[in-house]
């Protein structure tokens, strides 16, 4: 945050080392393990369907980029009583951010904009705002993006301001808006910035926001079965809308696409989205490849990163009923959380008068969930939550596994041959200028003697562990107790040990 550095692709390729070695998935049998959880997965999906009067819904479990299972309950419309399929269309109101801010990311990679512009840069009625304080900085993108722009938490008014036209929401601003805080203090959940970032993108681009993402997102994607405009659905396909009120379903009426569009206007299929989903699935893990005409990798990774981050929620439990600790965040029209177990989750929910939906993806894990329901505001975060937390544990998976560089495996070896008497380690050539200086050569032979020697024999020298490219550690065996041995190593060519740990390791 606060850069003004232009993200503009650059006309020369980069230099890249060749040697640089991507995480992997190292369970030969993940797929099929993940398919053996589809009984269980459909049971939850299907039980909390009924439990919380979903009229209809769809569901499915997106790996590595592929639609692997999907599955479908109950009905698209309670007067025709239409079975829901995987090609119904359904209302995903506020998944439809991540839509607005892909396309600012397009633009800003194009040159086109920069985050940190202040709004009114594009918006030009935003010059005439009235800021909350005299020392309030200026909306930028960014804070829009973010959900920093000091506008209040606005889902009642706005979700049903879907169809407004594009002056009625330049009058939203003309009238001077109010602010909850003042621009870059704190988050509050705002549409209202959503609609701005989505006028944004059709006064820097010339065309309408509904117009530039069609073109330049779901046509590249092969997304064939989006639609903005719910009239445009083919007969039989669309999902209606429904309430829950009084132990009864009622019909809940669609709004005609509008200006806010761009905060939730976005009619889809679980096939089309599933698509989408592959794409920031792609942006994992970093590495040198083709990359997507749609988003670069490194954009999509930026999206998916938390721009603010809110307070940690110590008494976190699973749907299982598990403690875990979690902290969550905002990124670019996407929400972040990481838990205490170090797994992240990057998606949206979605909730409109008739709907509610909601993504997650694992990118460490390869996996992610996407879950459509015709009902007002239904309840789906929680679920996806719990169906992945279950996918998890079922198939028993692990992320992507860190393949040791060729230089760590090389210093690794050469480490261990030093070990315990470091004999002419001091002219070998193996370590950086202050290595010696923070670890006299006296003191290392010292800690060393005496750890192996409490070691007894020496059984086996590990595998060196990679915690990144350039720092790891690996255990050496003895028939008494285990030592770890650590060590980084620095950031000049060629990359030399600079650190250095010895610890003992109790046998398990």
Known sequence: MGTTTSYAQSAQPLAVHNSYQPPVFTDAKRIEK???????????????????????????????????????????DITTKTPVTTQTDFRIASMSKSFTAMAIMQLRDKGKLQLDEPAAKYIPELKKITYPTSDAPVITIRHLLNHMGGF???????????????????????????????????????????????????????????????????????????YWEYTKVPAGQLAKGHRWINGAWRDEPLLHD????????????????????????SAWPARTAKESVVL????????????????????????????CPTVAGYAFGLRWTKDCEGRVQVGHSGGLPGFGSNWTILPDYGVGVVCFANVTYAPTATLNIRVLDTLISL???????????????????????????WKGAEQSGLFSGNFFKDFPIDSLRKEASALFAKAGNIVRVGEIVPENQLRGSFIIEGTNTDI?????????????????????????
């Open 34 to 76: 993940i398919k053996a959880t589809q009984a269980v997965i459909d049971q939850l999906y299907k039980e909390h369907a009924t439990n919380n009067h979903f009229p209809g819904m769809v569901y499915g479990v997106v790996v590595d980029g592929q639609l692997l299972y999907t599955g479908t309950a109950g009905i698209t």
């Open 296 to 323: 670069k990798r490194s954009s999509l990774r930026e999206m998916q990163q938390p721009g603010v981050v809110g307070a940690l929620n110590a008494a976190y439990k699973y749907p299982s009923g598990r403690s």
């Open 258 to 281: 509008g200006a806010y569009g761009a905060m939730g206007g976005v009619i889809t299929t679980l096939e089309d989205f599933s698509k989408y989903m592959a794409l920031h699935m």
């Open 395 to 421: 198939a028993q998976l692990k992320p992507r596994q860190l393949i040791a560089s060729p230089v760590l495996k090389e210093r690794k070896e050469q480490l261990a041959k030093l070990l315990p008497n």
């Open 484 to 508: 770890e041995v650590y060590f980084t190593l620095m950031p000049d060519n060629p990359p030399l040990i600079q650190d250095y740990r010895l610890r003992e390791r109790s046998k398990k």
């Open 152 to 226: 209040p938490q606005d889902d009642p008014w706005a979700d049903r301001q879907l169809a407004a036209t594009d002056q009625e929401l330049l009058d939203v601003v003309k009238r001077d808006p109010a602010f909850s805080s003042g621009p870059g203090l704190q988050y509050e959940y705002s549409n209202l910035g959503f609609a701005l970032l989505g006028k944004i993108v059709a006064n820097v681009s010339g065309k309408t926001y509904q117009q530039y993402i069609t073109e330049n997102i779901w046509k590249p994607l092969g997304m064939d079965h989006t």
